[in-house]
């Protein structure tokens, strides 16, 4: 069975910190494709970021470059998000999900993100 | 950026009857369309990919169809536990995309 559970949510300040994890079992990580897709309280799904199976190719949307860092360990069979100068918009839950053929075929419960004074 | 333009935004409906949900998007994305389920407090779930090519899984009311700019999930004979939001996502170009969402409610 499938699994990605995601972890290292939580509340901080503007400007500051957080590095986000993500668990996969179940599947060969080492070959997929991992993605960070966020949404806000109410809100929407929006895609964060996006990582090639062997680290060779990195995307961002425009609203994290340069704040947020995607990486992997398929070694630990682990997907991570490192996010910097984090802003009262960047609040939300941040679910990672496996991309197979360029759509999400499983993704995480979550995990929330609070970016408050 | 492609922008996917989901409608209605909100529907109310009878169990039984058939749903339609359209998806356009701002410019022609062949068929890099797929469509998700995502039910109160759950993560979403991928329901159609490649606008109209089925998940094994998934309940064969919902299908899917269109291409270049305009695309619809229909699900037949609508179920109690099909209340959810649905969205639509483009994979035609990045920045990967999504439409706004529609969300379904039983009468």
């Known amino acids: 069975e499938v699994q990605l559970v995601e972890s290292g949510g939580g509340l901080v300040k503007p400007g500051g910190s957080l590095r986000l994890s993500c668990a996969a079992s179940?599947?060969?990580?080492?070959?997929?494709?991992m993605n960070w897709v966020r949404q806000a309280p109410g809100k929407g799904l929006e895609w964060v970021s996006s990582i090639s199976s062997s680290s060779s190719y990195i995307y961002y949307a425009d609203s994290v470059k340069g704040r947020f860092t995607i990486s992997r360990d398929n070694a630990k069979n682990s997907l991570y998000l490192q996010m910097n100068s984090l802003r009262a918009e960047d609040t939300a839950v941040y679910y990672c999900?496996?991309?197979?053929?360029?759509?999400?075929?499983?993704w995480g419960q979550g995990t929330l993100v609070t970016v408050s004074s | 950026e492609i922008v996917l333009t989901q409608s209605p935004d909100f529907q109310s409906v009878t169990p039984k009857e058939k749903v339609t949900i359209t998806c356009r998007a701002s410019?022609?994305?062949?068929?890099?369309l797929h469509w998700y389920q995502q039910k109160p407090d759950q993560s979403p779930k991928l329901l159609i990919k490649y606008a109209s090519q089925s998940i094994s899984g998934v309940p064969s009311r919902f299908s899917g169809s269109g291409s270049g700019t305009d695309f619809t999930l229909t699900i037949n004979s609508l179920e109690a536990e099909d209340a959810a939001a649905y969205y639509c996502?483009?994979?035609?170009?990045?920045?990967?995309?999504f439409g706004q969402g529609t969300k379904v409610e039983i009468k």
């Open positions: 996502h483009q994979s035609s170009s990045l920045p990967w995309t």
């Open positions: 179940g599947f060969t990580f080492s070959s997929y494709s």
């Open positions: 410019q022609s994305i062949g068929s890099s």
């Open positions: 999900a496996s991309e197979v053929d360029y759509y999400f075929d499983y």
